[in-house]
């Protein structure tokens, strides 16, 4: 016990220290297992904190000696146990059984300068216990138990910051913990905070497709609806806090809705099932998207994805082609609109494209459903992809993605049936390191909230699974489900610092999950 806690503790015991003479302002009955005079109370072998009434009330001892053999201890202090000793300055609650107390326990005793809760089971405390002690000088937590967990975090933040004179805060567990001061740690191992995915809003639509560009401060998603034959354009509202309907683009059997922003001009490519598909343009002074250009439309015949990039100063897109007489096609801007610029290879039915840098070099993987995925490198002597190699074992890939994680490249690679894979990037070739059970899985997705990894694995017969990336075992490990009719795309949009993913639905109505932050030590 600190010297000076020691020494009123002793004096409260045996004394009961008188500090402010007075008298009891009303009738007041000593509870059975207390001890009254005019200004303390001392209580021995109580299973509770008494609730005690008197104003003047300066000194209050709770103390269980280990030469009373027969009593009980205190367990718990509850909520305002002191209400009515607002003058109270030393309170002694020491050897019993004490493993917490309420949030409140100590409300209202501002003047309070000594507390001792010393040599009880204590294993946490609740957050801002010592809120209302503004008075405190000296805090006696020794001979406790307490678990630097997640529900010490506010504990070792309210030692740095106190005037008061504290203890030593001595670790119980967990393992790696046993033994240390709480008092000298700045950080705990697990930094208790955990994220979900709850709910944000809901677009009374099914669509196949989500994407997001921002233009000048404004965020906003186009939504592919091919069952409405709609491009829905959204923005994002910063006043109300959710996405609004801002423009639609209509067409026919809309597959794709892909932005482009290249110096001040936005696009967005409108892949169609029928009907050809279409390049619209906004026009600032009418707020609103206008046709800008046709696409050349012979070597399109299913568009199936559309992938957009920058190599050097130069803007493409690629369409894949997923019909058996397709042709992939790579389209390039001439500052007057995008031509067909290169035909990849055909009768592939093509379901995906992905632009990446590959060792410094622009490349581009294929991912087909009659072959494995191909990958094309970019040739800087005559401007064109040229076919690279292939990913082998592959078979049946409906989609790829490709992320990174500390400088190391990996992809995620969807099957529908049987198992979807993680491949790293090393000794110039993509290997195998994780695979995940799929069930009708068409998308794949990875992406990254607040420095952690998730992929997100959807499918069309049980709940979509969520994983979380663990940087020991360097693997990805289930995290949460979500349930999404038929889910064809994972996109994320970030805005006013908030964070938010589009689940497109073939099935069902769009859902914008928002990712949160969880502080466990709440």
Request: hydrophobic share 40%; glycine share 4%; proline share 3%.
């Amino acid at each position: 016990m600190l010297p000076t806690l020691k020494i009123w503790a002793l004096f409260c015991v045996s004394l009961c220290f008188l500090s402010q003479p007075g008298h009891l302002k009303k009738a007041f009955r000593c509870p059975s297992t207390c001890s009254c005079s005019r200004e303390s109370i001392i209580c021995v072998g109580s299973s509770y904190v008494p609730r005690i009434t008197p104003y003047d009330i300066s000194s209050l001892c709770v103390d269980n000696s280990c030469m009373l053999l027969n009593s009980n201890s205190l367990t718990t202090v509850r909520d305002d146990a002191f209400s009515g000793l607002p003058h109270l300055e030393y309170l002694f609650i020491e050897s019993n059984k004490i493993e917490t107390t309420s949030k409140y326990a100590f409300r209202g005793l501002r003047d309070l300068t000594h507390l001792s809760l010393a040599n009880n089971n204590i294993k946490a405390l609740p957050r801002d216990l010592f809120a209302d002690l503004d008075s405190l000088i000296e805090l006696d937590l020794r001979g406790n138990a307490f678990e630097c967990d997640c529900r010490a975090k506010w504990l070792m933040t309210w030692l740095k910051n106190t005037n008061a004179t504290v203890s030593d805060v001595v670790c119980a567990g967990p393992e790696d913990l046993k033994d240390k001061r709480l008092n000298d740690m700045t950080s705990l191992h697990n930094e208790c905070i955990s994220t979900d995915f709850v709910l944000h809003q809901s677009v009374a639509s099914e669509s196949l497709s989500v994407d997001t560009f921002s233009y000048k401060n404004d965020v906003y998603v186009t939504i592919a609806a091919p069952s409405t034959d709609n491009c829905m354009v959204f923005q994002w509202d910063h006043i109300e806090m959710n996405f609004r309907t801002y423009d639609n683009i209509t067409g026919q059997s809309i597959v794709g809705c892909k932005s482009v922003v290249i110096q001040d001009q936005v696009f967005v490519i409108v892949a169609q099932l029928f009907g050809g598909s279409h390049i619209y343009k906004f026009d600032e002074d009418q707020s609103r998207f206008s046709k800008f250009q046709d696409i050349e439309v012979s070597k399109i015949s299913k568009p199936n994805d559309i992938e957009a990039f920058q190599i050097g100063s130069d803007w493409f897109f690629v369409i894949a082609d997923s019909s058996k007489a397709g042709l992939s096609t790579l389209y390039k801007w001439n500052d007057k609109g995008f031509y067909s610029y290169q035909s990849l290879h055909e009768w592939y039915r093509d379901t995906d494209a992905e632009f990446l840098d590959l060792d410094g070099k622009a490349h581009l993987i294929l991912a087909s459903r009659s072959q494995v995925p191909v990958i094309y490198q970019w040739s800087r002597s005559n401007q064109k992809f040229v076919l690279q190699g292939e990913i082998p074992n592959m078979e049946d890939v409906v989609a790829v993605k490709h992320f990174r994680i500390k400088e190391e490249l990996y992809l995620a690679m969807t099957r529908y049936i049987g198992d979807s894979k993680v491949l790293r990037w090393g000794a110039k070739q993509f290997a195998e390191i994780q695979a995940l059970p799929s069930r009708g899985s068409m998308i794949l997705q990875p992406f990254l909230f607040k420095e952690r990894y998730y992929l997100a694995l959807g499918s069309d017969y049980t709940f979509s699974q969520i994983y979380l990336w663990d940087n020991e075992e360097k693997l990805f490990e289930r995290f949460k489900e979500v349930y999404i009719q038929a889910p064809r795309s994972f996109t994320v949009v970030s805005t006013d610092r908030r964070d938010f993913i589009f689940t497109s639905s073939f099935k069902g109505n769009t859902q914008i999950f928002e990712h949160i932050i969880i502080d466990l030590s709440l």
